[in-house]
Nanobody
Framework: QVQLVESGGGLVQAGGSLRLSCAASGRTFSMAWFRQAPGKEREFVAAISWNSGGTYYSDSVKGRFTISRDNAENTVYLQMNSLKPVDTAVYYC??????????????????WGQGTQVTVSS
């Protein structure tokens, strides 16, 4: 069983930046970030393959967010720039046991963190 712990959330003004981190207690393969705003469904944000050879983004964050990982530290990062109020949500880290795919759907991930709040003020 792998545990995921997110950090780095907070309150920032529109146009600002935040960097989220997600530390895994063991080896993981594909990893991703999802987010959920109040009253909305959880949505895909970004994903990265186990060897960082593939990165994927939702259209809403492409060009503003960057996902990366450090396998030596079992950590994945989400650098968020040019933040907008619509980015306000709880951000969740997810990890997958299988190395063969890097999906964008939540139900294909095996482990989840507890979430970290990101609030962007206008």
């Amino acid at each position: 069983q792998v545990q995921l712990v997110e950090s780095g959330g907070g309150l920032v003004q529109a146009g600002g930046s935040l960097r989220l981190s997600c530390a895994a207690s063991g080896r993981t393969f594909s990893m991703a970030w999802f987010r959920q705003a109040p009253g909305k469904e959880r949505e895909f944000v970004a994903a990265i393959s186990w060897n960082s050879g593939g990165t994927y983004y939702s259209d809403s964050v492409k060009g503003r967010f960057t996902i990366s990982r450090d396998n030596a530290e079992n950590t994945v990062y989400l650098q968020m720039n040019s933040l907008k109020p619509v980015d306000t949500a709880v951000y969740y880290c997810a990890a997958r046991q299988s190395p063969f795919r890097t999906p964008r759907t939540a139900n294909e991930y095996d482990y989840w963190g507890q979430g970290t709040q990101v609030t962007v003020s206008s």
